[in-house]
């Protein structure tokens, strides 16, 4: 069973935010991770994986995957590919995701898999769970000294959690200052 490394809560306001949320992020992996991110439709899932591109330095846009299932964007700076899942159209669990060789892929690479809550925690132990929800109550734009101006529909509330040995010290809670 996995234990629970440091917890980071972050609001994120907008797209750009996002992007730079998983900037900020990417230095913090290294070869093996295993990233599951979890959030509905249009949370910002894709936009937090294109900027850990950026910040990870591979290769090519990284866009949503959901038609192809994987892309893999190699490394330019020699560091490790990014491997982005998006698990959406898979229904079963770990057994549906073995066509994907993604055992295969994690010694070498970050592993990001788009819905893959209960469906690839398998593959590591070690792995880092980032759930994005929308802002509510004193969180949301207006709310306890929000500003009503603030687009209510961009901001999110993202709580990234280290489970495993690998995140006990690995410094997340760094990710809450701007």
């Known amino acids: 069973?996995?234990?629970?490394?440091?917890?980071?809560?972050?609001?994120?306001?907008?797209?750009?935010?996002?992007?730079?949320?998983?900037?900020?992020?990417?230095?913090?992996?290294?070869?093996?991770?295993?990233?599951?991110?979890?959030?509905?439709?249009?949370?910002?899932?894709?936009?937090?994986?294109?900027?850990?591109?950026?910040?990870?330095?591979?290769?090519?846009?990284?866009?949503?995957?959901?038609?192809?299932?994987?892309?893999?964007?190699?490394?330019?700076?020699?560091?490790?590919?990014?491997?982005?899942?998006?698990?959406?159209?898979?229904g079963g669990g770990l057994d549906e995701m073995e066509d994907l060789d993604l055992d295969v892929s994690l010694p070498e690479s970050v592993v990001v898999v788009e819905w893959g809550d209960g469906k690839v925690e398998e593959l590591s132990e070690d792995r880092l769970h980032v759930v994005i929800g929308r802002a509510v109550g004193a969180q949301a734009p207006g709310g306890a000294g929000g500003h009503p101006e603030d687009d209510v529909d961009d901001v999110r509330e993202v709580t990234v959690t280290g489970l495993g040995a690998r995140w006990a010290d690995v410094g997340l809670l760094a990710l809450e200052t701007c």
């Open 1 to 90: 069973m996995s234990t629970t490394g440091a917890i980071a809560h972050v609001t994120v306001k907008s797209p750009d935010q996002m992007q730079e949320l998983g900037r900020r992020l990417a230095p913090l992996l290294r070869p093996g991770d295993l990233v599951l991110l979890t959030g509905e439709l249009g949370a910002g899932k894709t936009t937090l994986t294109r900027g850990l591109g950026e910040g990870l330095g591979v290769r090519g846009a990284v866009t949503s995957p959901t038609f192809v299932i994987a892309r893999v964007h190699p490394s330019l700076t020699g560091g490790p590919a990014l491997v982005h899942v998006d698990a959406y159209r898979l």
